[in-house]
């Protein structure tokens, strides 16, 4: 703030009163060209009075000539300071005390023409001599005040000495003198104080300034979302988890969190109506996609203060209970998936030597190619099982989510009853792409529409399956549902459908209760979430949520 002030003034300015600044602004120059200002006008006014027939009867009564040549000569300094300050040569400090000097000088030589007080003209001291004492304080100020103070007294004591005052025009001069010293103590006195002030204000609004970065910083590194809200529900601050979670909104200042957030809004509320200062939480799912625990707290005074909305993704927690069951399955699903592997090595070998075979029709070739495809697809699935016994990392990558369907359904209908006109598909996000394990989400598609085919419908002719994949407004995920239009899941099953080893089939070959069970500990595995969702119209949708999903523009 200081350097426009110094880089264009001269070597003097360097020593002005940094709280000085604080107090008048940068720029100290302002208030001394506005004073040259008025010096000009001033001066203009003194000289047209003395040239018209009222300074004869007024003005300059005991020095008529004094009176009329300082007016002319103040007009012309007025109009050399008005040079002066606009080029700022000489330096500030020279301008600020000589300006004042001579304003002084001009102004006790009018009032020494005029015989005193009588005209009222020493008011107009004040103001040179309470200028110093504001812009630059000090030593220089007070005894320029008290040089003025003796030159006005010196003034009167030889017109009395003249015998052209009586002694009661003492008294004004006296009561003028002290006016005057009185006003450039305390003008200097309650600038340096209220420079202190200011100086110390501005430090704390710095210190305010860092500590408000320093915490906006530290909200920006958490993992937990934090939303800051004001009192009408509008968003004053997101930090970038919380923002990630809103599905990365373009335009989120002071918008209403209802416009994206309607269940977290309708919480809020309740909260601020009924709860608020409490701390509370609540489990929210957001657009029906992204499981959240809210907590609320307020900041400040209530119904004045800011909202502080914690968001914390329940994903991490629900992986961790669902690898504490897993952790009492492992073992045995390891050795299972080992026992599994010798018989399946041996028919993919039989496979492979029954193939290389010169006497074989279409048909069998066709049989062969079933075989050894199947084979492959289990020792995959196996590889699956075993990996999430041993918790390895699943192989992520970007699936377009669109293409890779395409090539599931032609590998779904060739392997299944079904033909392709009963498997639909439908992506309102045609770009969509999901991280995650290809061989898993292989397994898991298959999985649910395996079940469909077997489940659904007691005629497989007239099953239909509708895979339909969206983005939630204002979310950060993408929502595949596989829907089916059978009889669905009776309600008394629907909270143990994905418990190991759970069945509703009456006939032991039809399945082993692992098949949902392993669905949903796999998009676990690859950060995203499997839910059964009850259709009122009847069917079963099977809905897989992937987190972190992106969208190619």
């Known amino acids: 703030m200081q350097s426009g002030a110094c880089e264009t003034g001269a070597i003097g300015e360097k020593d002005y009163s940094i709280t000085s600044k ?32 009222y300074t004869q009867s007024a003005l300059g009564p005991f020095e008529a000539h004094l009176f009329s040549t300082s007016s002319n000569i103040y007009l012309v300094f007025a109009v050399l300071c008005v040079l002066t300050t606009h080029f700022r ?66 003034i009167e004591v030889s017109l009395q ?39 110390l204000a501005k430090r704390r609004g710095i210190d305010l300034a860092n500590l408000s970065q320093l915490n906006q910083s530290i909200l920006d590194q958490l ?19 919380a923002w990630d979670m809103m599905g ?31 701390v509370v939480s609540y489990d929210i799912k957001h657009w029906r996609t992204t499981e959240f625990t809210m907590r609320l707290s307020q900041l400040g005074i209530k119904n004045q203060g800011v909202v502080l909305m914690y968001l914390d993704d329940t994903r991490i927690q629900r992986e961790k209970q669902q690898d504490v069951k897993m952790a009492s399955l492992g073992q045995l699903t390891a050795n299972i998936a080992h026992e599994i592997r010798n018989p399946l090595g041996a028919i993919s070998h039989a496979a492979q030597l029954l193939s290389e075979s010169t006497s074989l029709d279409k048909a069998d070739e066709r049989m062969i190619q079933i075989i050894q495809s199947n084979s492959k697809r ?49 992506l309102d996000v045609p770009n969509a792409q ?69 069945t509703t089939s009456t006939s032991g070959d039809k399945g082993t209760g692992l098949g949902l069970f392993m669905a949903r500990e796999l998009c676990l595995s690859n950060g995203a979430t499997l839910e059964y969702v009850k259709l009122p119209a009847g069917g079963s949708c099977f809905r897989i949520v992937f987190s972190q999903s992106t969208l190619d523009k």
């Open 248 to 278: 990365r909104p373009d335009d989120w200042r002071d918008q209403t969190l209802g416009e994206f957030a309607p269940e977290l809004n309708a919480h809020l509320k309740f909260w601020l109506k009924n709860v608020s200062p409490k």
């Open 434 to 502: 999901v991280q995650f394990d290809p061989t898993h989400l292989h397994q898991v598609m298959w999985n649910l529409c395996r079940n469909a085919e077997k489940y659904a419908k007691d005629n497989v002719a007239k099953l239909h399956i509708d895979i339909q994949g969206n983005h939630p407004r204002h979310t950060r995920d993408i929502m595949l549902n596989i829907i089916d239009n059978g009889k669905g899941v009776p309600d008394r099953n629907i909270e143990r459908l994905f418990e190991p080893f759970f």
């Open 89 to 154: 040569k000489p330096s500030f400090s020279a301008q600020l005390f000589i300006h004042a000097t001579i304003d002084i000088i001009f102004l006790l030589s009018m009032v020494y023409a005029n015989s005193g007080l009588n005209s009222g003209l020493g008011i107009l001291l004040l103001l040179p001599v309470i200028l110093p004492s504001i812009l630059q304080p000090g030593q220089a100020s007070l005894l320029l005040s008290a040089t003025t103070v003796i030159a006005l007294l010196g």
């Open 161 to 199: 000495v003249k015998g052209h005052n009586d002694t009661f025009e003492m008294f004004h001069i006296g009561v003028l003198s002290l006016f005057i010293m009185i006003i450039s103590w305390l003008a200097g006195s309650w600038f340096e104080r209220a420079s202190r002030t200011a100086e």
């Open 378 to 426: 289990m020792n995959g699935t196996i590889e699956s099982v075993l990996n999430l016994s041993r918790k390895s990392n699943p192989n992520r990558e970007n699936i377009g989510l669109k293409l890779w369907l395409n090539e599931f359904i032609k590998d779904f209908v060739v392997q299944s009853s079904l033909n392709k006109k009963q498997i639909s598909l439908f």
């Open 223 to 241: 993992q937990t979302g934090i939303i800051v809200l004001d009192q009408r529900a509008r968003i004053k601050h997101l930090n970038p988890t």
């Open 22 to 53: 604080l107090v008048i602004g940068a720029d100290l120059w302002s208030p001394l060209q506005l004073y040259s200002i008025y010096r000009l006008i001033l001066a203009g006014i003194i000289l047209g009075l003395a040239m018209t027939d």
